[in-house]
């Protein structure tokens, strides 16, 4: 059994690639979708048993639903199967994105608050229909917000502080990922597309988190 000496208490996930993932393997870009599903349990119940408290799934942004309607709809329908599972589960969900547009599915507005399973199970956020200008935008219009204020003035002020951030697809950014949790986390990328997942990989980045300092800026 992987032991490591020190455990984030909350992971941040964007599982990138899953359309280069789906080109790769002959098939249509939406197909990819379905495929990245599988990797999230798999996650979820190795973060559970190695007693991770928090974890936050990227699942689709604004910008996103730009992409074909084929796409969005594909994503959409992974979205809601993903938190359906992890209700089965026991996750302690918790759904954050603009939950008043078309684009948000209406089989997860019932997450918009947190839904408690086990009192002492792993919270699980996702972001659905996420913007990181709709998160923040309680902050933009209220400059005069003292540093004790800001988490209960975004939108998001359900998710706590990211420890570490852990991105497949190879790809160097945070996408607009929860600006406020992500200030201090630390950043870790996976060359291989998501639905390529391994257990190795977060093994990995453990392993990596594991020998960081903590500073906070300190």
């Given amino acids: 059994m992987t032991k490591f000496k020190r455990i984030p208490k909350h992971i941040g996930v964007i599982p990138d690639g899953n359309r280069r993932w789906a080109v790769d393997n002959g098939m249509g870009k939406s197909e990819g979708y379905d495929y990245g599903i599988k990797p999230g349990f798999d996650l979820f119940e190795e973060c559970k048993r190695l007693g991770i408290g928090e974890l936050t799934l990227y699942g689709f942004t604004q910008d996103n639903t730009k992409r074909p309607a084929e796409q969005k709809q594909a994503f959409k329908k992974a979205c809601v199967d993903a938190v359906m599972e992890l209700e089965k589960r026991e996750a302690n969900l918790l759904v954050v994105g603009d939950s008043q547009s ?96 391994e257990m190795g990989d977060l093994h990995e980045a453990l392993a990596w988190y594991d020998k960081q300092d903590v500073t906070l800026g300190g």
Avoid: A, C
């Fill in 102 to 197: 078309h684009n948000f599915p209406e089989e997860l507005l019932k997450y918009t608050e947190r839904r408690i399973k086990n009192q002492n199970g792993i919270n699980v956020n996702f972001l659905v229909n996420y913007d990181w200008k709709w998160d923040v935008v309680g902050l933009l219009e209220n400059p005069k917000t003292k540093e004790h204020e800001i988490q209960k003035n975004i939108k998001s002020k359900g998710v706590s502080r990211i420890d570490l951030v852990i991105r497949w697809g190879d790809r160097r950014r945070l996408s607009g990922f929860l600006p406020i949790q992500t200030v201090y986390s630390d950043f870790y990328i996976l060359p291989k597309m998501w639905p390529d997942f």
